[in-house]
């Protein structure tokens, strides 16, 4: 069975400064691995994703996530947020060569201060 | 070009009473999901299909049914409500090809209240 850990469940940051959202995963298979955002009462909209390659993934909006297959992690990162950062943040993976089918954390809700 | 709708936006029902939630895509995206999302436990899948004609069960299907007569269109059922169906339900499609193979687009969810 496959299952991600997001270990933090808020995060304040202060505008301008850098920011780390972690997320680990565990599976016995091969996965792909997402990060999606969500702003208020909207859906989920894809930053980025690993499928293969380059363990650094650049995404929208100036973040990037780093693939560490040895740690199993997948951790998100900016180095300079903005207010229009705030969100909820959900890191989720898929099995490779499946149906898509996503699993999801529990989410990181990034505050921006002012 | 519109991508992932959902209907309807809101909706309340009593204990027991039935609805049916519409899904709707115009990317002609082969997969359809069916997602429920609730405080501090992210999204889960309800049901999925992968086309025409065929579904499948996720990881949170009892009490849901779904159908998926039109590639373009994917129905999630609530036959007899419960409280514990309470939630935000998202829509999401993706297709099996191509550069945004893997990736998810999701609709703007629906906020069901079951009293």
């Known amino acids: 069975a496959q299952s991600v850990t997001q270990l933090d469940s808020q995060v304040p940051v202060f505008e301008e400064a850098p920011v780390e959202l972690r997320c680990n995963y565990s599976?016995?298979?091969?996965?792909?691995l997402f990060w999606y955002v969500q702003y208020p009462n909207q859906g989920l909209q894809l930053l980025l994703k690993?499928?293969?390659?380059?363990?650094l993934v650049k995404g929208i909006n100036g973040f990037e996530a780093e693939f560490n297959k040895s740690q199993t992690s997948f951790h998100l990162r900016k180095p300079s947020v903005h207010i229009s950062d705030t969100a909820e943040y959900f890191c989720?993976?898929?099995?490779?060569?499946?149906?898509?089918?996503?699993?999801f954390g529990t989410g990181t809700r990034l505050t921006v201060i002012p | 070009n519109a991508g992932v709708t959902q209907t309807p936006k809101f909706r309340v029902l009593k204990t027991g009473q039935s609805m049916t939630l519409l899904c709707a895509q115009d990317?002609?995206?082969?997969?359809m999901y069916w997602y429920r999302q609730d405080p501090g436990m992210g999204l889960r899948l309800i049901h999925y299909?992968?086309?025409?004609?065929?579904?499948a069960k996720g990881e949170v299907p009892d009490g849901y049914n779904v159908s998926r007569l039109k590639k373009q269109n994917f129905l999630l059922g609530l036959e007899s409500a419960a409280p514990s169906q309470t939630s935000v339900y998202f829509c999401?499609?993706?297709?099996?090809?191509?550069?945004?193979?893997?990736?998810?687009?999701f609709g703007p969810g629906t906020r069901l209240t079951v009293l």
């Open positions: 999401a499609s993706s297709s099996t090809w191509g550069d945004t193979a893997d990736t998810q687009y």
């Open positions: 599976s016995s298979v091969s996965v792909y």
């Open positions: 690993y499928l293969s390659g380059s363990t």
């Open positions: 989720a993976v898929t099995l490779e060569g499946g149906a898509n089918n996503l699993f």
């Open positions: 990317m002609n995206h082969e997969y």
């Open positions: 299909s992968v086309g025409e004609g065929t579904t």
